[in-house]
């Protein structure tokens, strides 16, 4: 590991070491080693489409097949992957310091596979349904793991209308549960930003609250971001490779 990475790595777990109240934002950049596409990366398209044209409800409403299609390839595609070292840390993290929170954009649900507790779950989950009508089905989500779906779309248990991806679509806000917990998690010792190109509002913002609140700001990223030059530390790596190495200097002392 070149010099000024081992020393930056340094830097991050001295400031852990001191930490009672951790928590990480993270994005696609978490789940990359595990194969898992980003949205802006290569095998970041799907059949010529960008997310942008499938990830929303009127994409929903025009085409609800097409769009399941595009979900239930990403279902398939995540069940064969496996949580990376990085999250392997993060979960190690979760139960070392006294406050954790994680919160993610991705909806692939590995932090949890890899033993996360306290999972924010801003984007919501691939793994989740709930009714395209609104009928209330109680629950008003439910977990469906089922991958492929033998007949698209999949239907509500409870009205027989279509159900949809349990995640947050372009242009439809942040569950106000999960936002609340999310700032709430802001108040912190250290917030570490992971694997996201920060250009997805409101979660960009997050890093920048938690500056503003007093906390140590560090970034991990082999491309370092718009917002890298408001925080305290911008590692320039990857996240699997970054968080092994605080990792194993955070369990050396
Ligand atoms: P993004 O694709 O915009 O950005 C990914 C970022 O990760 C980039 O800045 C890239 O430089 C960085 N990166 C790539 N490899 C990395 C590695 N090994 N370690 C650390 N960083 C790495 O993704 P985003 O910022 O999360 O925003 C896209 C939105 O798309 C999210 O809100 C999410 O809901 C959704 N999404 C989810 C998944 C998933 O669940 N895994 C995957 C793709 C997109
Ligand atoms: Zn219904």
Known sequence: MAESLSSDVRVLAGRLENAARVTVVAGAGLSAASGVPTFRGPG???KDFRPEELATPEAFARDPRLVWEWY???????????P????EVLAAWSRRFATFALVT????GLEERAGTINVLRFHGSIW???CWDGCRAAPARWRDETAPFPALPPRCPRCGGFARPGVVWFGEPIDPGVLRASLEALDCDVCLVVGTSA???PAAGLALEAARRG?????INP??????NDLDLAIAGRAEVVLDAVERVLSES
Do not use: K, M
């Open 199 to 201: 250009v997805v509002y």
């Open 84 to 87: 990376n070292r990085a999250h």
């Open 105 to 108: 954009q991705n909806v692939d």
């Open 44 to 46: 970041g398209l799907w």
């Open 72 to 82: 239930d390839w990403r279902r398939q595609s995540i069940a064969g992957c496996r």
């Open 215 to 219: 906390a140590f700001t560090a970034e």
């Open 128 to 130: 989740e349904l709930s």
């Open 223 to 228: 491309e370092p971001t718009e917002v890298a």
